[in-house]
């Protein structure tokens, strides 16, 4: 599964938004009900995961930690406590909690990115400020893929 594109969106007073139907034919043809949203661990957005993507990525943190690792069981603990179950409704719609739209200083304009495997919800302004990055894309594609991502300029 890969979503790619971006697409804006209103969410209404009580923090609901249609999920962009490009995004939703993926998820239907996938047959996913159930997403997990939570907010990104870098940026100031919002990912929801497909369920199956979800518990993918919980299983990869989970075998690298330790039982006894004090850091490594406070990260997963954090990861997967900032997360909530979401159903869409039968119209395609998701309820936004007020806290997470607050933690990705979201209003009423939201901007749903692809990807890859998962959907990004950015405040409308957020993400425009992001694409208007300049050269920042070029420059971090020729550093991944010239295998310089690790060095310092």
């Known amino acids: 599964m890969r979503f790619i594109g971006n697409i804006d969106a ?3 007073e009580k923090g609901r938004v249609f999920v962009p139907s490009t995004f939703r034919k993926i998820l239907q043809q996938e047959q996913v009900e159930k ?3 939570r907010r990104d661990v870098f940026q100031r957005c919002l990912v929801l995961f497909p369920l199956d993507i979800w518990n993918a990525q919980v299983d990869a943190i989970a075998a690298r930690t330790n039982l ?3 850091r ?6 954090r990861f997967v406590a900032g997360a909530e179950v979401i159903t869409p409704d039968s119209g395609g719609r998701i309820l936004l909690p007020r806290r997470y739209m607050d933690e990705a200083d979201i ?6 990115i692809g990807m890859d495997n998962t959907i990004e919800i950015w405040s409308r302004k957020a993400a425009e400020a992001l694409q208007n990055g300049g050269d920042a894309l070029g420059d971090a594609l020729e550093s991944m893929m010239n295998g310089t991502n690790n060095q310092q300029d």
Do not use: S, Y
């Open 107 to 112: 209003q009423n304009e939201v901007r749903f």
């Open 10 to 12: 209103k969410v209404d």
């Open 72 to 77: 490594g069981r406070e990260a997963l603990r």
């Open 35 to 37: 997403l997990i949203l």
């Open 68 to 70: 006894f690792d004090r």
